[in-house]
């Protein structure tokens, strides 16, 4: 899928393509449209901040405790399955991935077959052209829908063939085989790897069973989907 250079007549516009993000999380340093693979390292080698690159603009990830707790127990049950099956191997938080030029993405959980590499090493490269065949995010309150929606095309736009939106406010998981695909899994289901990870179940209960209720956080209101 070729992509070409776009030009903004404001900052607005800009938000609007990023998919309506806050303001705050874009960087203006690099200055607009000129940040490159080597600002997303170098921001992950020398800050606590994660970035991701869209079209030479600079997106920081919202970090979250309560999120990295869930990444880190979801990765751990799918980590367990894939190292009994040797399906592939994952990626976490920090795992950047070259879905296309100029676009540099990093969910919070990859699963990559090894039928992307052959040699069935870990990529070498720090940013490798790969696509994830699972990609999985934790939604946060500062994710917006524009947001989610625009990265669903990209993850499928670049060869996955299956995306987890977790979400602890709502206590869901959409799982989509496609952008327009989608099963919305409760706490009554069981969430499962289909085609990508077969044999792979696990309690969507079980894996909020850490998770605070909306009624029990200081901070109360929960995300709204449009």
């Not at 303001?23 to 997303?40: K, M, Y």
């Not at 709502?170 to 496609?178: C, W």
Request: glycine residues 8%; aromatic residues 8%.
């Amino acid at each position: 899928m070729p992509r070409t250079a776009r030009r903004f007549e404001n900052l607005a516009e800009l938000l609007e393509h990023l998919g309506g993000i806050d303001p705050r999380r874009v960087r203006a340093w690099p200055p607009l449209g000129t940040a490159t693979e080597q600002d997303v390292l170098h921001i992950l080698d020398h800050e606590e901040s994660i970035c991701e690159l869209v079209d030479g603009v600079l997106v920081e990830k919202i970090l979250g405790a309560m999120e990295s707790a869930l990444a880190l127990e979801l990765a751990f049950f799918l980590g367990r399955f894939i190292n009994k099956s040797d399906l592939g191997f994952l990626l976490g938080a920090d795992g950047t991935l070259r879905l296309m030029p100029k676009l540099v993405r990093i969910p919070d959980i990859t699963f990559i077959s090894w039928a992307q590499v052959p040699s069935r090493e870990y990529p070498a490269e720090p940013i490798p052209k790969l696509h994830p065949d699972l990609a999985v995010e934790i939604l946060s309150q500062g994710n917006t829908p524009g947001e989610m929606r625009r990265k669903l095309a990209e993850y499928f736009g670049s060869g996955a063939r299956l995306v987890w939106f977790v979400d602890p406010q709502d206590r869901t998981i959409e799982v989509f085989t496609a952008p327009d695909q989608v099963k919305t899994l409760t706490e009554r289901d069981t969430l499962d790897g289909g085609r990508i990870l077969p044999g792979f179940r696990l309690s969507v209960k079980r894996l909020f069973a850490r998770v605070p209720t909306s009624r029990s956080r200081k901070n109360g209101n929960p995300r709204r989907k449009s």
